[in-house]
């Protein structure tokens, strides 16, 4: 199972926010690929790499057109943390 963290839906909106000033079908295609992205993480958590700058095995993330999909692997599911520019610097407070 995959959840998503109140966060991650933020940032989710803030993308599709952002991308339907210039184009809603656009922003939805965008937003929707992002999620489906994150479907196979269930069968298939470690897929993605190591988060380079928090050196935590459990936590890793997925790339996606110009953004990082960050998510915690869990026991009994895999969380979505975040969703961030790949141009912006991580900083904790992305994760909370």
């Known amino acids: ?5 109140d966060h991650a839906k933020a940032d989710l909106r803030s993308i599709h ?11 939805k295609q965008v937003t929707q690929a992002i999620v489906d992205k994150t479907l196979g993480l269930s069968e298939l958590p470690l897929i ?3 988060v380079p700058e928090l050196d935590d095995e459990n936590i890793r993330e997925l ?5 990082r999909i960050l998510y ?7 969380h ?3 969703v961030v ?3 912006q610097d991580l900083q904790p407070d992305d994760l909370s």
């Open 48 to 50: 993605g790499k190591v």
């Open 1 to 5: 199972m995959v959840t998503w963290s």
């Open 80 to 82: 979505v943390l975040a």
């Open 72 to 78: 915690e692997v869990r026991a009994d599911h895999t």
């Open 85 to 87: 520019h790949k141009r």
């Open 17 to 27: 926010d952002f991308i339907a000033t210039d184009s809603r079908h656009y922003a």
């Open 63 to 67: 790339h996606l057109y110009s953004y």
